[in-house]
Protein backbone atom coordinates (compact mmCIF):
# COMPACT_ATOMS: atom_id res chain seq x y z
CA UNK A 1 0.00 0.00 0.00
CA UNK A 2 1.27 3.21 -0.90
CA UNK A 3 0.34 6.34 2.01
CA UNK A 4 -0.39 9.60 0.37
CA UNK A 5 0.76 12.75 1.44
CA UNK A 6 -1.70 14.18 4.31
CA UNK A 7 -2.82 11.14 5.12
CA UNK A 8 -2.29 9.95 8.80
CA UNK A 9 -3.35 7.22 11.35
CA UNK A 10 -3.47 8.17 15.25
CA UNK A 11 -4.08 6.14 18.37
CA UNK A 12 -4.82 6.89 21.88
CA UNK A 13 -2.68 6.20 25.25
CA UNK A 14 -4.04 5.85 28.51
CA UNK A 15 -2.79 7.06 31.67
CA UNK A 16 -0.38 3.95 31.96
CA UNK A 17 1.02 4.24 28.55
CA UNK A 18 -1.26 1.70 27.37
CA UNK A 19 -2.60 1.55 23.82
CA UNK A 20 -6.34 2.32 24.01
CA UNK A 21 -7.34 2.49 20.49
CA UNK A 22 -6.45 3.41 16.92
CA UNK A 23 -7.63 4.68 14.09
CA UNK A 24 -10.26 3.03 11.62
CA UNK A 25 -7.48 3.23 8.93
CA UNK A 26 -4.68 1.91 11.36
CA UNK A 27 -5.13 -1.71 9.66
CA UNK A 28 -3.99 -1.19 5.85
CA UNK A 29 -1.34 1.08 7.40
CA UNK A 30 0.08 -1.91 10.02
CA UNK A 31 -0.28 -4.52 7.20
CA UNK A 32 1.49 -2.66 4.93
CA UNK A 33 4.58 -1.73 7.46
CA UNK A 34 4.48 -4.76 9.62
CA UNK A 35 2.06 -7.52 8.83
CA UNK A 36 0.62 -8.95 11.24
CA UNK A 37 2.52 -8.34 14.04
CA UNK A 38 1.02 -5.03 14.56
CA UNK A 39 -2.72 -5.66 13.83
CA UNK A 40 -5.44 -3.92 16.41
CA UNK A 41 -5.98 -6.97 18.11
CA UNK A 42 -2.31 -7.42 18.95
CA UNK A 43 -1.94 -3.70 20.03
CA UNK A 44 -4.92 -2.67 21.98
CA UNK A 45 -4.61 -2.53 25.63
CA UNK A 46 -0.59 -3.28 25.02
CA UNK A 47 2.11 -1.05 26.82
CA UNK A 48 3.63 1.55 24.04
CA UNK A 49 6.83 0.52 25.05
CA UNK A 50 6.60 -3.21 24.39
CA UNK A 51 7.44 -1.71 20.88
CA UNK A 52 10.36 0.35 21.45
CA UNK A 53 13.11 -1.86 22.41
CA UNK A 54 16.10 0.81 21.95
CA UNK A 55 16.72 2.77 25.29
CA UNK A 56 17.67 6.21 23.49
CA UNK A 57 14.48 6.19 21.57
CA UNK A 58 12.87 5.24 24.78
CA UNK A 59 13.92 7.71 26.56
CA UNK A 60 13.22 10.52 23.85
CA UNK A 61 9.39 9.49 23.57
CA UNK A 62 9.25 9.17 27.70
CA UNK A 63 10.45 13.35 27.66
CA UNK A 64 7.65 14.26 25.09
CA UNK A 65 4.61 12.42 26.99
CA UNK A 66 6.15 13.32 30.09
CA UNK A 67 6.53 17.32 28.79
CA UNK A 68 2.56 16.77 27.45
CA UNK A 69 1.11 15.16 30.49
CA UNK A 70 2.93 18.09 32.52
CA UNK A 71 2.17 21.11 30.52
CA UNK A 72 -1.15 19.78 28.91
CA UNK A 73 0.58 21.85 25.85
CA UNK A 74 0.74 19.35 22.10
CA UNK A 75 3.96 18.66 20.82
CA UNK A 76 4.84 18.49 17.07
CA UNK A 77 7.46 17.16 15.92
CA UNK A 78 9.50 15.57 12.75
CA UNK A 79 10.46 12.40 11.94
CA UNK A 80 11.01 10.01 9.59
CA UNK A 81 9.35 6.38 9.08
CA UNK A 82 11.06 5.19 5.58
CA UNK A 83 10.84 1.80 3.80
CA UNK A 84 13.09 0.34 1.93
CA UNK A 85 12.11 2.02 -1.37
CA UNK A 86 10.11 5.16 0.31
CA UNK A 87 11.74 8.51 2.15
CA UNK A 88 8.95 8.95 4.39
CA UNK A 89 9.02 12.66 5.86
CA UNK A 90 6.25 12.32 8.97
CA UNK A 91 5.64 14.64 11.77
CA UNK A 92 3.62 13.48 15.08
CA UNK A 93 1.47 15.49 16.82
CA UNK A 94 1.36 14.71 20.50
CA UNK A 95 -1.91 16.05 22.16
CA UNK A 96 -2.82 15.89 25.99
CA UNK A 97 -6.78 14.58 26.33
CA UNK A 98 -7.92 14.02 29.61
CA UNK A 99 -7.19 12.64 32.72
CA UNK A 100 -3.51 11.78 31.97
CA UNK A 101 -5.04 9.69 28.25
CA UNK A 102 -2.70 11.04 25.19
CA UNK A 103 -3.72 11.13 21.53
CA UNK A 104 -1.24 10.80 19.22
CA UNK A 105 -1.17 11.90 15.34
CA UNK A 106 1.27 10.78 12.55
CA UNK A 107 0.99 12.29 9.42
CA UNK A 108 2.54 11.85 5.94
CA UNK A 109 4.22 15.29 4.86
CA UNK A 110 6.04 14.02 1.48
CA UNK A 111 7.76 11.11 0.11
CA UNK A 112 10.72 10.73 -2.02
CA UNK A 113 11.17 7.17 -3.69
CA UNK A 114 14.24 5.86 -3.92
CA UNK A 115 16.63 2.48 -5.16
CA UNK A 116 15.64 -0.22 -2.27
CA UNK A 117 17.81 -0.06 0.49
CA UNK A 118 18.52 -2.51 2.95
CA UNK A 119 17.21 -0.86 6.49
CA UNK A 120 18.38 -1.31 9.95
CA UNK A 121 16.60 -3.65 11.90
CA UNK A 122 18.27 -2.64 15.07
CA UNK A 123 20.48 -5.60 15.83
CA UNK A 124 24.13 -4.71 16.98
CA UNK A 125 26.47 -6.80 14.69
CA UNK A 126 30.05 -7.30 15.90
CA UNK A 127 31.74 -6.64 12.05
CA UNK A 128 29.20 -3.32 10.95
CA UNK A 129 30.65 -0.58 9.73
CA UNK A 130 27.95 1.69 10.69
CA UNK A 131 27.52 1.60 14.27
CA UNK A 132 24.46 3.27 15.25
CA UNK A 133 21.49 4.30 12.95
CA UNK A 134 19.03 7.25 14.60
CA UNK A 135 15.50 5.93 15.61
CA UNK A 136 14.21 9.66 14.32
CA UNK A 137 15.67 10.89 11.23
CA UNK A 138 16.94 7.54 10.41
CA UNK A 139 20.41 8.47 9.67
CA UNK A 140 23.65 5.94 10.06
CA UNK A 141 27.05 6.94 11.61
CA UNK A 142 30.00 6.61 10.36
CA UNK A 143 32.97 6.30 12.40
CA UNK A 144 34.84 8.40 10.56
CA UNK A 145 32.14 10.59 8.73
CA UNK A 146 29.60 11.28 11.50
CA UNK A 147 25.68 10.94 10.55
CA UNK A 148 24.83 10.58 7.02
CA UNK A 149 21.60 9.86 5.05
CA UNK A 150 21.59 6.02 4.35
CA UNK A 151 22.18 6.16 0.76
CA UNK A 152 25.13 8.65 1.21
CA UNK A 153 26.65 6.54 4.23
CA UNK A 154 26.42 3.03 2.52
CA UNK A 155 28.29 4.60 -0.81
CA UNK A 156 30.50 6.10 1.02
CA UNK A 157 32.08 2.55 2.51
CA UNK A 158 33.24 0.78 -0.62
CA UNK A 159 33.18 -2.26 1.12
CA UNK A 160 29.19 -2.15 2.16
CA UNK A 161 25.87 -2.83 0.94
CA UNK A 162 22.71 -2.51 2.51
CA UNK A 163 23.00 -5.85 4.34
CA UNK A 164 25.90 -3.92 5.95
CA UNK A 165 23.63 -0.79 7.06
CA UNK A 166 20.89 -3.50 8.36
CA UNK A 167 23.28 -4.28 11.37
CA UNK A 168 23.01 -0.74 12.92
CA UNK A 169 22.38 -0.59 16.41
CA UNK A 170 19.37 1.85 16.94
CA UNK A 171 19.95 4.85 18.79
CA UNK A 172 19.30 8.99 18.63
CA UNK A 173 21.45 10.90 16.79
CA UNK A 174 22.83 13.89 19.05
CA UNK A 175 20.74 16.22 16.90
CA UNK A 176 17.93 14.75 16.88
CA UNK A 177 18.37 14.35 20.57
CA UNK A 178 18.77 18.18 20.78
CA UNK A 179 16.12 19.32 18.47
CA UNK A 180 13.23 17.49 19.35
CA UNK A 181 13.20 18.30 23.01
CA UNK A 182 13.87 21.72 22.13
CA UNK A 183 10.66 21.67 19.81
CA UNK A 184 8.54 21.12 23.28
CA UNK A 185 10.48 23.28 25.41
CA UNK A 186 9.95 26.06 23.12
CA UNK A 187 5.98 25.09 23.33
CA UNK A 188 6.78 25.16 27.10
CA UNK A 189 8.06 28.83 26.94
CA UNK A 190 5.59 30.14 25.08
CA UNK A 191 2.57 28.83 27.29
CA UNK A 192 4.85 30.77 29.81
CA UNK A 193 4.96 33.70 28.01
CA UNK A 194 0.87 33.31 27.34
CA UNK A 195 0.70 32.68 31.22
CA UNK A 196 2.74 35.63 31.83
CA UNK A 197 0.35 38.06 29.61
CA UNK A 198 -2.24 36.98 31.20
CA UNK A 199 -1.43 37.46 34.56
CA UNK A 200 -0.10 41.01 33.29
CA UNK A 201 -3.04 41.84 31.57
CA UNK A 202 -4.89 41.92 34.38
ZN1 LIG B 1 18.49 11.74 14.25
Redesign the pocket.
Given at each position: MSIKNGASISYTLDAYDRIESVSSNWLPFAMANAGSRLTPISVIGKSLWSFISDGETASLSRKILNSVRTSSVSVIAPFRCDSPTTRRFMEMSVQPVSAGRIAIRTRMLRHEDRSHVGLPDGTPHASASFSKV?S??K?LELADRG?LEIEAAISSTNSLNGAGASQAEHG??P??KTLVPSLFHADDRAAEKLADTDASGM
Open positions: CWCRWICEC
